[in-house]
Nanobody, 121 residues
Framework: QVQLVESGGGLVQAGGSLRLSCAAS????????MSWFRQAPGKEREFVAA????????RYTDSVKGRFTISRDNAKNTVYLQMNSLQPEDTAVYYC??????????????WGQGTQVTVST
């Protein structure tokens, strides 16, 4: 089992920044690719970003490219999502997940409880 706990969400004005963190415990963190997904009210959960086990490769959904950066620190068992130039359409509950590197949620086995990000105009 891997337990994941997100933090860092909150309310920010459009154009602002937030950094989300996801702390992992349990099985060896470095064995798992890590990702961030988000779910806005009334919408399906969508892929945001993923990072491979060694940080060698990353992937982003088109709408966040150039604004968001995913990173991980295997020594701290933590994955981060730096979010810059936030827009109201980024408002959602953000989830981190651990599993096999991809943009599909079904390849991720472990999920956190989510952290709310709200971007105001």
């Amino acid at each position: 089992q891997v337990q994941l706990v997100e933090s860092g969400g909150g309310l920010v004005q459009a154009g602002g920044s937030l950094r989300l963190s996801c702390a992992a415990s349990g099985r060896t963190f470095s064995n798992y690719a890590m990702s961030w997904f988000r779910q806005a009210p009334g919408k399906e959960r969508e892929f945001v970003a993923a990072v491979s086990t060694s940080s060698y490769v990353t992937r982003y959904t088109d709408s966040v490219k150039g604004r968001f950066t995913i990173s991980r620190d295997n020594a701290k068992n933590t994955v981060y999502l730096q979010m810059n130039s936030l827009q109201p359409e980024d408002t959602a509950v953000y989830y981190c997940a651990a599993g096999t590197y991809s943009s599909r949620d079904r390849t991720y086995t472990y999920w956190g409880q989510g952290t709310q990000v709200t971007v105001s105009t």
